[in-house]
């Protein structure tokens, strides 16, 4: 049974809802140099959000949103993977940001020198046990607005060491930057 819990609330209901439709970016490569790496999931039922567990997430819409600097803030990346490859808790770590200049320098002296794009954003994930992260995990920031506090998903898992203890920084897809593509495609 598969359990999932925020700050004191855990819920054990599970919803499985089959895909639909895959809409993966047209422009999306793969390794080494993984670029455009997001896709869309139509989902053939509507989520049941009456449990306590289950909320949708904000994306960076708004000008405002998509002109944040993340640099130097920490975030959080929930995942059913890291720590154990068959969890039944949902985990969720806080991981530091670090530039595109920083992360550039820090795969300068690897011999799989991933490109690093204006589409990535970096985390260090040395402090916590997020390595061999699962593509499509969400990186989450909470932000405050005149309109409350609210999180704000502003990355997805992608790439990165899959040894724990490197000095390789996790890359994810700068949800932001696709803001564009991925309302174009949402069905009204």
């Known amino acids: 049974m598969s359990i999932d819990?925020?700050?004191?609330?855990?819920?054990?209901?599970?919803?499985?809802?089959r895909v639909e439709e895959a809409i993966v970016h047209e422009d999306f490569t793969s390794e080494p140099n993984v670029d455009n790496n997001i896709a869309l999931l139509r989902l053939h039922d509507?989520?049941?959000f009456?449990?306590?567990?289950?909320?949708?997430?904000?994306?960076p819409v708004s000008n405002t949103l998509?002109?944040?600097?993340?640099?130097?803030?920490?975030a959080t990346l929930a995942s059913w993977?890291?720590?154990?490859?068959?969890?039944?808790?949902?985990n969720r770590i806080s991981l530091p940001l670090?530039?595109?200049?920083?992360?550039?320098?820090?795969?300068?002296?690897?011999?799989?020198?991933?490109?690093?794009?204006?589409?990535?954003?970096?985390?260090?994930?040395k402090a916590e046990d997020a390595c061999g992260i699962v593509s499509g995990d969400p990186?989450?920031?909470?932000?405050?607005?005149?309109?409350g506090r609210r999180v704000v998903q502003y990355g997805i898992s992608s790439h990165g060491p899959m040894r724990c203890g490197t000095d390789?920084?996790?890359?994810?897809?700068?949800?932001?930057?696709?803001?564009?593509?991925?309302?174009?495609?949402?069905k009204k």
Request: hydrophobic fraction near 30%.
């Open 46 to 48: 509507p989520i049941d």
């Open 5 to 17: 819990c925020q700050l004191d609330q855990c819920e054990s209901h599970i919803q499985d809802i």
């Open 168 to 186: 390789y920084l996790g890359i994810y897809t700068d949800v932001s930057k696709y803001m564009d593509w991925i309302l174009s495609n949402m």
């Open 98 to 125: 670090v530039t595109r200049d920083e992360c550039v320098k820090k795969y300068e002296k690897s011999s799989k020198i991933p490109k690093i794009s204006v589409n990535h954003i970096c985390a260090d994930e």
């Open 81 to 90: 993977k890291f720590r154990s490859a068959n969890s039944c808790e949902l």
């Open 139 to 147: 990186l989450m920031l909470e932000t405050g607005d005149k309109g």
């Open 50 to 59: 009456t449990f306590k567990n289950v909320a949708p997430i904000c994306l």
């Open 66 to 74: 998509r002109s944040v600097s993340i640099d130097g803030k920490t």
